[in-house]
């Protein structure tokens, strides 16, 4: 056994370092530091994703034959911490970690040589059309029929949690094309084009002050059935590998530890009367540290695991519970570091455009946002429950 | 970045779970804490014949040269058993320190013994007034025409009662009283030494020492006489990092356990195990059982690390598994009901050794300050 990477793996830490250092401005990450969202606006996020395109990594995970870096699971790894330590902007995951396989795993040839390359370019922006208002846990109750009409089928319903719907310009949605005993099995997996006629986006605020998810409604939309990936009538099996992807992509220890760095650094900062020196406050920052070492460590299993050819098992669910909790964690002691400046509200998005500059030092701004924010970690993605369900179920075989 | 068990760790492990497995039951348990040595030399006998007693000590000495990762295999398999036969005080503590400082005679006249079985050892280091405090001793060591003579008390020497040597730490005082910290070999029948002991909570036994003008000989010193503190915390981050292994032996045998229990189980016409609320629990202790094994291993793979990285993985360990093992535990107990508090059912032993493992070189809230401590600043990239 081995905890340290090995030479190559060095060799290409160092090349990440370097890409990173010539290619992300200043000035993008400095939007990306005042983002207190979970995603970052398209402005610094496409603008991202097309650096890395023109390295060829504009999709990590994917294989080689459709445009990846043909990257171990150490590489993918690291690239993803270099990532997080440097404090880029997060890339559009709905396009090239969620839809992105399932397309590359069970889409047409004419769909994989269409969607792939756009999704890789940036030059597609995606949105997941999964939740409905009466179907959110119990996600295959979902409602958003599909009826066929000639070489079309006709959508009526609606989606609502969709992130950035406001600026996509696509979006990959279950919707209902048969009504069946079992309701998993009436359910397709569908690729619709955002400006089609009859599709109208209504803005919903979260409490933190963003305007990061929506409300879509579909009024007799036409989506070609050409449109649909795979079978009519599987949509949840490639729904739930997506849900997969969404879970257990993605290595969350490194950004948890930039977020508390963050905090340490504010903490230990005279702008907060070191708060650092409350032994309250002190204490919440060892043990969030040793949880985000915990989460690594489980994260660096899997990924050796993956690396031997094996199976990591149902450890998707148990990372995204603990990513969600101790992002929270991070969150709360955040608010409780800047102390009186967590009463200073700015409504003006972004805050990296603000006209005149805030009545609290600029990098408090995200805190009290964040720490709101980050009570969807634990809803979105299959809440904390059916997390817990999952794993009774799955690692218990209750 | 390779962390699946090699070939020859899989077969330490197997053979160990199969020993463990075959050897240790309540009925054992019963018997060994009536044993006024807490533990049985027979099975001892047999650590020596499997090579285990062997395994972390350098080759030159008898030894097979193993590491943190393979003490961890065989303290993990030992925590499903409860075994109490004082692996971690002769092993890994003590043979740890001589293999640390000791001089070359001393290496040599001792080690071969730990090696085959011939000699128990035991580290007499914690004082009352220091609670865990490494660095804090007020036991004593004068320098005579002979050799040193000591003065002091020390608490909770585990296994003090079976050692043949008692290695002790002192501070080697000057003309004013005051020096750096010596480790001294004491025989077990020296002049002026006292032992008090008794039955450990979770099975096994220690003793609090007292000794009054105990006269060693001047080769009774280990090393070279240079400051022995580094030394007593790299020995004892690598006794939390076992202690950590075992923790997760013990969780897992509890997860499974109760997992079994709640199955069976029935209440209002349904296995307990039905209801959402016992399953969520479930799936809580499993969380636990495994970022218990997570820090385990990490510890044990940065045992050899620079102080600082290594001290830190150490007390992260310690403070994290604590915290998951108190959890465990305590659900444990409350998931089988008012059976769970009686001694009828094995679930009350394995708490018991999660209670004294917590203790053990301090909680959690001690290694979380520890942890910051060492961090200088708190987080780091």
């Given at each position: 056994m081995d905890l340290t990477f090995s030479a190559e793996e060095r060799a290409f830490e160092q090349e990440v370092r370097d890409f990173i250092a010539q290619n992300l401005p200043a000035e993008m990450k400095h939007a990306q530091s005042l983002t207190p969202s979970v995603f970052s606006d398209p402005d610094i996020g496409i603008a991202w994703q097309k650096a890395l395109h023109r390295k060829g990594w504009g999709a990590p995970g994917w294989p080689v034959e459709h445009g990846g870096p043909d990257w171990t699971p150490a590489q993918r790894w690291i690239f993803e911490?270099?990532?997080a330590r440097a404090g880029a902007p997060n890339v559009n995951v709905m396009g090239v970690k969620m839809v992105g396989p399932v397309i590359i795993g069970f889409g047409s040839p004419e769909q994989q040589n269409f969607y792939l390359p756009r999704i890789r370019s940036g030059e597609d922006y995606w949105c997941q059309g999964y939740s409905e208002p009466g179907s959110g846990s119990d996600l295959a109750s979902l409602k958003t029929r599909a009826v066929r009409d000639g070489d079309d089928y006709i959508i009526n319903g609606t989606k609502i949690w969709t992130t950035h719907a406001h600026h996509a310009n696509r979006m990959f949605a279950l919707v209902r094309t048969n009504e069946t005993e079992r309701q998993q099995d009436g359910i397709s997996f569908i690729?619709?084009?955002?400006?089609s006629p009859g599709i109208t986006t209504r803005p919903i605020l979260t409490i933190g002050g963003d305007h990061e998810v929506n409300q879509?409604?579909?009024?007799d939309v036409r989506v070609p059935v050409a449109n649909r990936v795979g079978e009519e009538g599987k949509g949840w099996t490639y729904g739930k590998y997506l849900l997969e992807f969404e879970r257990g992509s993605g290595i969350a220890s490194a950004k948890l530890r930039e977020a508390l760095k963050t905090v340490s650094d504010l903490a230990e900062s005279e702008a907060t009367g070191r708060a650092i020196d409350d032994p309250d406050i002190s204490m919440r920052m060892s043990e969030i540290e040793v949880d985000i070492d915990t989460l690594e460590m489980t994260e660096l299993r899997v990924l050796s695991a993956l690396q031997t050819g094996q199976n990591p098992g149902a450890v998707s669910s148990l990372l995204k519970l603990r990513n969600s909790e101790i992002r929270q964690a991070v969150t709360r002691l955040g608010v409780d570091v800047i102390g009186h400046d967590g009463l200073y509200v700015e409504p003006m998005r972004p805050f990296y455009k603000l006209n005149e500059a805030p009545g609290i030092p600029e990098e408090m701004l995200p805190v009290v946002p964040e720490y709101l924010n980050s009570r969807a970690y634990t809803i979105f993605g299959g809440s904390s429950e059916i997390q817990r369900d999952i794993i009774a179920k799955m690692v218990l075989g209750l | 970045m390779d962390l699946t068990l090699s070939d020859e760790q899989r077969l330490l492990r197997e053979s160990a779970e199969r020993f463990v497995g075959e050897t240790y039951d309540a009925e054992?348990?019963?018997?060994?804490?009536?044993?006024?040595?807490?533990f049985s030399a027979e099975i001892w006998k047999q650590f020596a014949e499997l090579g285990w007693l062997a395994l972390p000590i350098a080759e030159e000495h008898g030894g097979l040269g193993g590491g943190a990762v393979e003490i961890g295999i065989l303290m993990e398999a030992f925590g499903r058993g409860l075994v109490s036969e004082p692996y971690l005080s002769t092993v890994v503590i003590g043979a740890g320190l001589i293999g640390a400082c000791g001089s070359e005679a001393q290496k040599q006249a001792l080690l071969?013994?730990?090696?085959?079985?011939?000699?128990y050892l035991a580290l007499a280091h914690s004082e009352r007034a220091a609670r865990f405090d490494l660095?804090?001793?007020?036991?004593?060591?004068?320098?005579?025409?002979?050799?040193?003579?000591?003065?002091?008390?020390?608490?909770?020497?585990?296994?003090?009662?079976?050692?043949?040597?008692?290695?002790v730490s002192a501070q080697v005082a000057d003309d004013n009283g005051v020096g750096e910290l010596g480790l001294f070999l004491v025989p077990a029948e020296a002049a002026g030494l006292t032992k008090r002991d008794f039955p450990r909570l979770g099975g096994g036994r220690a003793c609090n020492l007292d000794l009054r003008g105990v006269h060693v000989g001047a080769d009774a010193l280990l090393g070279d006489g240079s400051d022995a503190l580094p030394v007593i915390e790299a020995v004892v981050d690598r006794a939390m990092?076992?202690?950590?292994?075992e923790a997760v032996g013990i969780m897992q045998t509890l997860l499974d356990q109760t997992l079994e229990y709640t199955k069976i189980r029935k209440q209002f016409g349904r296995p307990l195990s039905a209801n959402q609320v016992i399953r969520h629990r479930l799936a809580d202790m499993a969380m636990n059982c495994d970022e218990a094994r997570s820090m385990a291993l990490r510890a044990a793979l940065m045992i050899d690390a620079e102080p600082v990285?290594?001290?830190?993985?150490a007390s992260g360990a310690k403070a994290k598994i604590g915290k998951c093992a108190r959890f465990v535990a305590e659900q444990s107990v409350q998931l089988h009901g008012a059976m769970g508090v009686t001694e009828e059912l094995d679930i009350g032993s394995y708490f018991k050794r999660l209670l004294a493992f917590d203790t053990l070189f301090g909680g959690s809230a001690h290694h979380y300050r520890r942890h910051a401590a060492l961090g200088g600043r708190t987080v780091q990239s």
């Open positions: 911490a270099e990532c690729l619709i084009d955002m400006k879509v409604f579909f009024d | 054992h348990r019963r018997r060994v804490a009536n044993d006024p040595l807490g071969p013994k730990v090696a085959d079985g011939s000699l660095a804090e001793v007020a036991t004593k060591a004068w320098k005579t025409a002979e050799g040193w003579r000591l003065d002091g008390r020390k608490t909770a020497v585990l296994d003090g009662n079976a050692a043949g040597q008692i290695i990092a076992a202690l950590g292994a990285a290594r001290g830190r993985a």
